[in-house]
């Protein structure tokens, strides 16, 4: 008896697979394609090469003054002569080290959080969120045996985490109450959610800023002052929140009815079925809408420059303005720009991985 | 269980019956409410009082005393703040809708690129998607201002194009049209066309539905676009005289003027807003599920049908109130343009009226009801929209 032993396999022809058939299949698989592509080739080219030769290949890296902006290109001293005053402000020389000091309690402090499996992460969690505001404003207020900043020489990208940090921990609760008024079948707190909700999503914030600093005197009793950041503050957490709650409503509207009704069946009241049913399903659903929301928020950060806040756009806005450092918009802007973008991409890359991590399949 | 089952059903206390609760509740908030909004009433009251600012409008009717640097109805200096207050309305509004058509062009493209077979196309679009949407509006405007505009050569350096449109630091200058002997011809020329098409549309549906051909009624269009106004350009010759702007000693003469802050903020709210708009059209067409592309296939339509007849429609049910939100969003935006000194309603009511006047209160009740009524109108006709192609389901 023979046997028969298989020849092997041919490999696939050269149009099916390797780099060749990638490139017909991507680029150029009609006429009109390789017509974008040539389109698409000719505008990189447009743009690319001079950026490159902008940002690296002609710009200048090393000196102290603007005498030594000599090449054709971008003057990097000016960013790293300044690089101080954009990242703290007006905060004290000496005294950054506070700053410091916050930002790695913060990293440290959150880390854990990070990690998949941890004990008693909720009761972490809360503890840090608790505790982080106050050890973070003792460092970098003052007071307590610490010398006093007061929050007019905070400034730069730090005033800007600040305002990022306060306003998305601030506005989440207050969004999530909103949400839940708004669904409440209690007529008059709906109504008030409703109008809350409404208002705050129906003005710029540019003109809410613009109130806190023009028509907040008038409001409050005399000698009462609210500090500025202060007021910029409450006015971000309640303008985001009024999104926030936007953004809830949509997750509470997804859970079907079922699910209200069995918690109520399984005896839970009002808060303990929101609490333990619904916001778990609803919050994970709108992760995506909660964390655009939050980039937003940072995004918005920079409008604090119309109250006259010096937060990171202003910062360099300011240093632009300068007589020894001028015509460096370019280069103050574009580093602005690459430090806000790194931040909000950051999150929202987060937030993708999040919406995988979280996903139980429920997906059709 | 049992007993508890069986037992008579208890009142309990008062405060553990839920309607009594609700009562409650409800009385506390409005209330506190109440007190709230009284309490800021009579801060208010006092500190008018003692600041003496007398409140109402009277000062809308009180001459400005300002130059405005663009204002699309005729203004002096010696105009009400109530002209003022329209000059900015009518400046939002011009660079809002400017802004949309922009946006909404550039958007489309960016949202069809993303979906592309064309590997290179694909990337393009979504970088340039990510790159856009992760910048703030108020720092990209600051960058077109201060870094492009305001750098740009004086005007004996401007840049041209053909002669025709030149950008320098004190704007963009193009050509504008008035008025020639064949302006009336033309413009009946293209109405005739337009209602021609219209007819030819309508007559080509009624075919499609009798008989089941179908008439190209898009090369019928572009025909009888280019055919009757083209006629009227040559009978009763050019329609438009094209003022052409030139260099007149050390400035532009002629032609339209856009102010760069203007420049500025339309290219930073288009640019801004499209990557938002392209996202939203990505996610629209996505929203279609591939078997209505099949099934369009496997009833012989070709693709290009089959995009517009099946596709699109379906798309579009998905895109547009998110679309609507951008451009609610646009608008907002606009008002960053006090940020460079833009003459929109924020810097020029908001902040020029209320300086000069000090009626912070009325001036921003003002500004905050326009933007107010613009959300809630388009809010309102959002909702419209959506119960009017809802899908009706079982």
Request: charged share 15%.
């Amino acid at each position: 008896m023979t046997t028969h032993s298989f020849k092997p396999d041919l490999p696939p022809p050269r149009t099916v697979v390797g780099p060749w058939a990638w490139l017909r299949d991507n680029l150029f698989a009609s006429p009109l394609h390789v017509l974008l592509t040539l389109l698409a080739l000719y505008l990189l080219w447009l743009i690319v090469p001079p950026i490159v030769s902008w940002a690296f290949l002609e710009a200048d890296w090393v000196g102290t003054s603007r005498a030594d902006c000599t090449g054709e290109g971008a003057c990097w001293v000016f960013i790293k002569e300044r690089f101080g005053q954009f990242i703290y402000g007006f905060y004290p020389q000496d005294q950054r080290w506070r700053v410091d000091l916050a930002v790695w309690v913060a990293i440290l402090g959150a880390g854990p959080l990070f990690l998949r499996k941890m004990p008693h992460k909720a009761w972490y969690g809360i503890g840090f969120l608790v505790i982080f505001p106050l050890v973070a404003f003792w460092l970098l207020h003052g007071g307590l045996g610490l010398e006093e900043v007061p929050t007019s020489r905070w400034g730069g990208l730090m005033l800007t985490l600040v305002i990022g940090y306060v306003g998305i921990t601030g506005a989440l609760p207050l969004g999530i109450l909103l949400a839940l008024g708004r669904r409440s079948d209690l007529p008059a707190i709906k109504v008030i959610c409703v109008t809350f909700i409404e208002f705050w999503r129906g003005v710029p914030l540019i003109t809410v800023l613009f109130m806190s600093s023009v028509m907040l005197p008038l409001f409050l009793p005399e000698g009462m002052n609210l500090d500025k950041l202060l007021r910029a503050l409450i006015m971000v957490i309640f303008f985001e929140a009024a999104y926030i709650a936007e953004v809830v409503r949509g997750g509470l509207q997804a859970i079907p009815k079922g699910q209200y009704e069995a918690a109520a069946a399984m005896g839970l009241g009002y808060w303990r079925s929101m609490g333990l049913v619904i916001l778990p399903q609803a919050l994970k659903l709108v992760i995506p809408g909660i964390v655009n929301t939050f980039i937003a928020l940072f995004k918005d950060t920079s409008l604090v420059i119309i109250i006259g806040l010096f937060d990171l756009l202003n910062s360099i806005k300011q240093a632009t303005t300068d007589p020894r450092w001028l015509g460096m918009a370019t280069e103050g802007y574009v580093f602005a720009a690459l430090l806000f973008w790194i931040f909000c991409f950051g999150m929202s890359r987060y937030s993708m991985h999040l919406e995988r991590r979280l996903d139980t399949g429920h997906k059709r | 269980m049992q007993t508890t089952a069986n037992a008579p059903r208890s009142r309990g206390s008062v405060w553990t019956d839920p309607r009594v609760r609700a009562w409650a509740f409800q009385i506390i908030a409005v209330a506190a409410i109440v007190a709230f909004g009284w309490f800021l009433f009579h801060n208010t009251q006092v500190n008018l009082e003692r600041r003496g600012i007398v409140s109402g409008f009277e000062f809308l009717g009180q001459s400005a005393g300002f130059g405005i640097s663009q204002h699309l109805i005729d203004y002096s200096e010696s105009d009400t703040y109530g002209r003022v207050f329209v000059i900015g309305l009518l400046n939002t509004l011009l660079v809002s809708v400017i802004g949309i058509i922009l946006a909404t062009i550039l958007g489309f493209i960016l949202g069809v690129a993303r979906l592309s077979p064309n590997w290179l196309i694909r990337k393009l679009a979504t970088v340039y998607i990510e790159v856009f949407r992760n910048i703030p509006p108020l720092l990209q405007i600051f960058f077109w201002y201060f870094a492009v505009m305001l750098s740009m050569p004086g005007p004996r350096q401007s840049l041209g194009l053909w002669d025709t449109f030149f950008i320098n630091s004190r704007g963009l200058y193009m050509p504008s049209p008035s008025m020639a002997e064949g302006f009336w011809p033309f413009l009946i020329a293209v109405l005739l066309a337009i209602a021609g098409i219209v007819v030819v549309y309508r007559r080509a549906k009624a075919h499609q539905e009798a008989t089941g051909e179908r008439f190209p009624v898009l090369l019928t269009s572009i025909a009888l676009l280019l055919v009757l106004p083209g006629a009227s350009l040559l009978v009763f010759g050019t329609p438009f005289h094209w003022d052409v702007p030139q260099l007149a000693g050390f400035n532009f003469r002629g032609g339209w003027v856009v102010i760069p802050e203007l420049v500025a903020l339309m290219l930073a709210l288009s640019i801004y807003t499209a990557a938002f708009i392209g996202e939203t059209v990505r996610s629209g067409i996505q929203a279609v599920s591939h078997g209505q592309t099949e099934a369009a296939y496997s009833l012989g339509l070709r693709p290009g049908l089959t995009l517009r007849l099946v596709v699109v429609p379906q798309a579009l049910r998905v895109i547009v109130p998110p679309l609507t939100s951008q451009y609610l969003n646009l608008t907002k935006n606009s008002s960053l343009a006090a940020g460079i000194g833009y003459p929109d309603m924020v810097s020029l009511f908001a902040g020029t009226v209320l300086n000069q006047t000090g009626q912070a209160i009325e001036v921003m009740a003002v500004t905050m009801s326009v933007y107010l009524a613009i959300s809630i109108s388009i809010s309102i006709l959002m909702n419209w929209y959506n119960k009017r192609i809802a899908l009706v389901e079982r």
